[in-house]
């Protein structure tokens, strides 16, 4: 007997061969990976319960979707004359401002145009407003970039495979400094102290930290490189708050991260 890759069981017997799927277990099998990272392993006395770890892993997707989040795209049939548009019909769009990376009109599905004809935009209270002089002609597309969270359940997974130890790591790290609090006044059986949850939690949280950054860069210079085709300065985002900030580029793209700055991009022709 013995298992593929792809959750695939296969058992021989004889000169009969059966194929048997198995169910995936991706929400599992990280929280397996960071109780190993934990050295919380003991099934019969595990320190942090399913539930706790479940919660500080959700902690570190988010964080991890807001320094590289999904990107995905929709399109809007366009009215002639009319420059905004309704976004309360798209549901990831619903109160999401800030999720709307660039517009690009007109767009053709069938004959992209290359470099891409993006414009600038704004959106307020769930519209699509297009900041260009021109207006759409009846029979016009407008498609619309936009960033979505990551999937992490026992049966979804958006990750890649060199994502998911980011996001374990940042688990572990809040979990060990969670349990900090815990063992500040107790004998822990483990024997482990207060501090020594908080100094390995803190070295973990670095290191999560200084992978979102490098994430943030490289999601950064993705955007540009699809926005932007003939760039002659792009400066790599640094590390500047906790909180959200947006900016724009001069043809209207938006460049959103958590906690990330990055300087205006000089861009040449072909914005409308």
Known sequence: MWTTDYGIRMTDYGLRMTVERTMPTYLTDLRDQIRKDLHDEDSGSYRWSDTVLNRHIER???????????????????????????????????????????????????????????????????????????????????????????ILTESTKTLAPEDEPVVALGAAAYAALERESYAAERITPTGRTAEEYHTWGQRALERFQAMLADRRRQAVLAIDGRAVANTSEIRQPVLRSPWPRSLWSDCGVRITGYGVRTTAIRTTGYCR
Do not use: C, Q
């Not at 807001?66 to 109160?95: F, K, M, Q």
């Not at 053709?108 to 600038?120: G, M, T």
């Not at 935009?121 to 029979?139: C, E, H, I, Q, T």
């Open 60 to 150: 570190a997707l988010a964080e991890f979707s807001a320094a590289s989040p999904r990107t995905a795209t929709t399109t809007i049939n366009a009215s002639a004359g009319v420059r905004d548009y309704d976004l309360s019909g798209i549901t990831d769009l619903v109160n999401r401002p800030t999720a709307v990376l660039a517009v690009e009109w007109p767009y053709n599905a069938s004959d992209p145009a290359y470099p891409p004809s993006f414009v600038p935009f704004r959106v307020f209270a769930n519209r699509l407003y297009l900041l260009a002089k021109d207006a759409p002609a009846s029979g016009d597309v407008i498609r619309v970039w936009y960033t979505l969270a990551h």
